[in-house]
């Protein structure tokens, strides 16, 4: 039993920054990776980034590439999700989640990202 809970989201004109947080209880060596979804009015869920479990490594989208990145505390048993220069583009609801084989199975509630001007 895994909950995961998203902070940090708000609204930041375009080139601002934001991190949001993702603070994890509970077991997930059961999980390969836990990252980022996201998903904007109208659009499907898409994948921003996530880290291996095991590893550290990471995984990007391509259009963040460059302008998010991903770390984790495990000491704290949290992970972040820097996000710079942001653009308008990036407005979406962000869930945290818990992945195997690149598939999200385990989600927290979102958090709203809005880039305007």
Do not use: H
Request: with cysteine; proline share 3%.
């Amino acid at each position: 039993q895994v909950q995961l809970v998203e902070s940090g989201g708000g609204l930041v004109q375009p080139g601002g920054s934001l991190r949001l947080s993702c603070s994890f209880s509970g077991l997930t060596r059961d999980y390969d990776a836990i990252g980022w979804f996201r998903q904007a009015p109208g659009k499907e869920r898409e994948g921003v980034s996530c880290i291996s479990i095991a590893d550290g490594s990471t995984y990007y989208l391509d259009s963040v590439k460059g302008r998010f990145t991903l770390s984790r505390d495990n000491s704290k048993n949290t992970v972040y999700l820097q996000m710079d220069n942001l653009k308008p583009e990036d407005t979406a609801v962000y869930y945290c989640s818990l992945l195997n084989s690149f598939r999200g199975e385990t989600w927290g509630q979102g958090t709203q990202v809005t880039v305007s001007s």
